[in-house]
């Protein structure tokens, strides 16, 4: 079935610098790939997302590539600050008739320490 | 606009027993997605309504279930409570349920079942 692989499971930076958190499906006909970030015991929130016809999309301090040769699409948070610290999830839909499904990475946890 | 909401919050069971979550979505969506959250399996996806339709339903067994009414809000049971349906149960709205639409999370409801 589909598969969602997102590394590194815990990534720890210094405020200021930047994080890089990548993702890789396997469903060669997903189009959507959006990004969440979940702060403890919060929902988790859409903070940016990219449909297969654009390359890049980028949003203040936060950017999202997309390779579909490779199947693989990366999440750039620069200058990082404490409050970027959450959990980061990655998705990708399950393309193919009228359904609305997301497949899920297994999320990324992010610390930024002042 | 009001966003996703979810009744009740928390909730605590017993074994053998039943449970019936309730999401609202945000007001024009039509396409409702329900999806469970755990530590040791991430975020997974149960099932999605849309116009009163399930249109998908992830790898779950049939203690779990579903529906939608006519206002768009849906509802998700779960009969015969394990303790390992613990989990945060989350649901998410979009506008027409497209494979590319933007879903928006709800605040998800808590179940512990002991």
């Known amino acids: 079935g589909e598969n969602v692989e997102q590394h590194p499971s815990t990534l720890s930076v210094q405020e200021g610098d930047s994080a890089v958190i990548k993702c890789t499906y396997s469903?060669?006909?997903?189009?959507?790939f959006p990004w969440y970030k979940q702060e403890l015991g919060k929902r988790p929130q859409l903070i940016i997302d990219?449909?297969?016809?654009?390359g890049e999309k980028k949003d203040q301090r936060i950017a999202v590539t997309l390779n579909k040769t490779a199947k693989h699409f990366s999440l750039h948070i620069t200058e990082t600050q404490p409050e970027d610290s959450a959990v980061y999830f990655c998705?990708?839909?399950?393309?193919?008739?009228?359904?609305?499904?997301?497949?899920f990475g297994t999320g990324t946890l992010l610390a930024v320490q002042p | 606009k009001a966003g996703v909401t979810q009744t009740p919050r928390y909730l605590i069971k017993t074994r053998g027993q039943q449970v019936t979550l309730s999401c609202s979505p945000i007001?024009?969506?039509?396409?409702v997605s329900w999806y469970q959250q755990t530590p040791g399996q991430g975020l997974q996806f149960l099932f999605e309504?849309?116009?009163?339709?399930?249109?998908n339903k992830g790898n779950f067994p049939g203690r779990f279930s579903g529906r939608q009414f006519s206002n768009s809000r849906s509802e998700m049971n779960v009969s015969t409570l394990e303790l390992g349906d613990s989990a945060l149960y989350l649901c998410?709205?979009?506008?027409?349920?497209?494979?590319?639409?933007?879903?928006?999370f709800g605040p998800g409801t808590r179940l512990t079942v002991l």
């Open positions: 998410a709205s979009s506008f027409s349920g497209g494979t590319t639409d933007t879903q928006y």
């Open positions: 469903d060669s006909a997903s189009n959507y």
């Open positions: 990219i449909r297969s016809n654009v």
């Open positions: 998705a990708a839909n399950q393309y193919g008739g009228a359904t609305n499904k997301l497949i």
């Open positions: 007001s024009g969506h039509r396409s």
């Open positions: 309504y849309f116009s009163e339709t399930q249109r």
